[in-house]
Nanobody, 118 residues
């Protein structure tokens, strides 16, 4: 059984930083592309960042809205994927989810709330 568990969200002031974590059980992150999405109230879920599987180099990709402020990374020993977010803005407020596609199945975590407010 695959389980993804996000953590690291919270309340942060504008300009602050957070590191979100996504720990997996039941699958090995390094074998699959992994993504972070977010969903703000009243808005559709959007892709924030993704990282390809290790075998093809672990290339990263970012939404324009976070490019230069976000870094996605993977610790294969801990089977955990991270999203480092810097220079946070109020518009970054959302529930952040990690997601993995394994063959035809897509797995999601329960999400972690990030609130950027003074």
């Amino acid at each position: 059984q695959v389980q993804l568990v996000e953590s690291g969200g919270g309340l942060v002031q504008p300009g602050g930083s957070l590191r979100l974590s996504c720990a997996a059980s039941g699958l090995v992150f390094s074998r699959y592309a992994t993504s972070w999405y977010r969903q703000a109230p009243g808005k559709e879920r959007e892709l924030v960042a993704s990282i390809t599987l290790t075998r093809v180099g672990g290339a990263t990709n970012y939404a324009d809205s976070v490019k230069g402020r976000a870094t996605i990374s993977r610790d294969n020993d801990k089977n955990t994927v991270y999203l480092q977010m810097n220079s946070l803005k109020p518009e970054d407020t959302a529930v952040y989810y990690c997601s993995v596609r394994r063959n035809i199945e897509v797995y999601w975590g329960q999400g972690t709330q990030v609130t950027v407010s003074s």
